[in-house]
């Protein structure tokens, strides 16, 4: 299918058809995450050049995200399979030679510089799947070998992050993927197969598969209290702040969790915790609601897209951003085990930060086309 209708596509006027209040929305979220992180170093000299940092970190990215969102959807798809075979080739160069770090072997080092290449597959697969698919449902509804394939191109690159070992995005990828499968039309039996082989695998996932210190973040996650000076101190510190916030919040910079550095790694992945003890129920009921602001309208972008592969991408896309935001305040709540997935824009970091923000483009890309149709290709 050639494109149907000629659309105006000067610069200008992509500009002008960005989905604004999203945009808006996120750079807000960034402001604010600059000043969570003055709050949460301020009482350590050696962080006190971070929320600078980050403050550079989101201006880079929004340009980052208007540069990407002003590529074509046809581009986007025709770069997808390249991608995503680039980023496995990567995936499977750090398991050969990649840099160690934290005990972990994530890295690739080019000039003295590391790349986390786990990251860049999170937005390849996306793309490759959003891609896979449209060429099936062009055609009809996808059959059950369509669901095989896109399982094998899901279950290779998770089984190479997870060997890392990275549990945390070897579960986005595998939440993205699940993701993209159902809104291309999985059948809900084969939904509910799925649950039923996970939850009966469960065990021996347990016991097989994870190492040693995930097994102790599960149980830590379960009961905190097992181990108050070890693994439960930062998720027990981490409830008491929440505890502590009440509706409204003791102030901002009158955190006494926070103001006394009693949550190791509060500018990152704990962060959240700030912002419940300074800010409350209410500031945290506040982010939350602008997060759901920021997916709402990126399923409604998804929704009225005319190209199966900018629905798939676009729906990807809000799942990924969510899982970001659904896992990080989940297990500094305590609800989930601690797997190091940061609050986007909030907490300290940049990878992340980039990862999003490439997300957010696909959607606004999107949107920009979304009265294209593509061809079986997923070019127009």
Known sequence: MAYYQPIDDNLLSRIFRLPWIMILVIIGLGVFGVAVLYSATIT??????????????????VVFLFV????????????AYGAYFAALLMLLGVEFYGAMG?????????GGRRVQPSEFMKLALLLALARFYHQQLV?????????????????????????????????????????????????????????????????????????????????????PSRDPL??????????????????????????????????PEQHTDFIFTVIAEEFGFVGSVG??????????????????????????AASGAVVTIAFYV???????????????????????????MMTVMAALAVICAVNLDRDRHLSLTGLF
């Open 287 to 312: 982010l939350l609601a602008a997060w759901c602001l920021v997916l709402g309208i990126g399923l409604a972008i998804a929704g009225r897209c005319r190209s199966y592969f900018g629905y798939l």
């Open 139 to 223: 055609n009809g509804p996808a059959k059950f070998y369509h669901h095989l394939i896109a399982l094998v191109m899901i279950g290779a690159p998770v089984a190479l992050v997870f060997k890392q070992p990275d549990l945390g995005t070897a579960l986005m990828l595998a939440a993205t993927g699940f993701a993209v499968m159902f809104f291309a039309g999985l059948r809900y039996w084969m939904i509910i197969l799925t649950v039923a082989v996970g939850i009966c695998s469960a065990p021996l996932a347990y016991f097989y598969v994870l190492k040693d210190y995930q097994r102790e973040r599960v149980l830590t996650a379960i009961d």
């Open 230 to 263: 070890g693994a439960g101190y930062q998720i027990q510190q981490a409830e008491i702040a929440i505890g502590s916030g009440g509706a409204e919040g003791r102030g901002y910079m009158k955190g006494t969790q926070s103001q006394l550095d009693y949550i």
């Open 44 to 61: 350590n000299p050696t962080e006190a050049n971070l929320p600078g940092v980050h403050a550079v970190r989101v201006g880079i990215a």
């Open 68 to 79: 990407l969102a002003m590529i074509p959807l046809n581009l986007w798809s025709a770069v």
């Open 102 to 110: 934290g005990g972990a072997q994530r890295w690739l080092e080019f």
């Open 326 to 352: 659904i896992v990080n305040i989940g297990m500094v709540s305590g609800l989930l085990p601690v797997v190091g997935v940061p609050l986007p824009f909030i907490s300290y970091g940049g990878t992340a």
